[in-house]
């Protein structure tokens, strides 16, 4: 069993940064791909960053290209996305996801940590 947990989210102005952290607990943590989705309020869940199994390949939706990083650390179970030059449209909850496959099949999924950015 794995159980992601989500940290560093808060309040920050526009411009700022933040640097999200999950950490899983349990083994096998480098046999998943790690990503980040968010959802803002009355929006769908989207995808954010996602990375694979050894850090090696990255992809990014095309709102965060450029801004954010994804990145990994399998020695600390643990995956980051760094976030740079926030907008106000950042503002959502921010979830951890970890997939064996597809993110539609995702196994396991944080509780969300939330960012706001103000203007």
């Known amino acids: 069993q794995v159980q992601p947990v989500e940290s560093g989210g808060g309040l920050v102005q526009a411009g700022g940064s933040l640097r999200l952290s999950c950490a899983a607990s349990?083994?096998?943590?480098?046999?998943?791909?790690m990503g980040w989705f968010r959802q803002a309020p009355g929006k769908e869940r989207e995808f954010v960053a996602a990375?694979?199994?050894?850090?090696?390949?990255?992809y990014y939706s095309d709102s965060v290209k450029g801004r954010f990083t994804i990145s990994r650390d399998n020695a600390k179970n643990t995956v980051y996305l760094q976030m740079n030059n926030l907008k106000p449209e950042d503002t959502a909850v921010y979830y951890c996801?970890?997939?064996?496959?597809?993110?539609?099949?995702?196994?396991?999924w944080g509780q969300g940590t939330q960012v706001t950015v103000s203007s």
């Open positions: 990375i694979s199994r050894n850090g090696g390949t990255t």
């Open positions: 349990g083994r096998a943590f480098s046999s998943y791909w």
């Open positions: 996801a970890l997939t064996s496959s597809t993110w539609e099949s995702a196994e396991y």
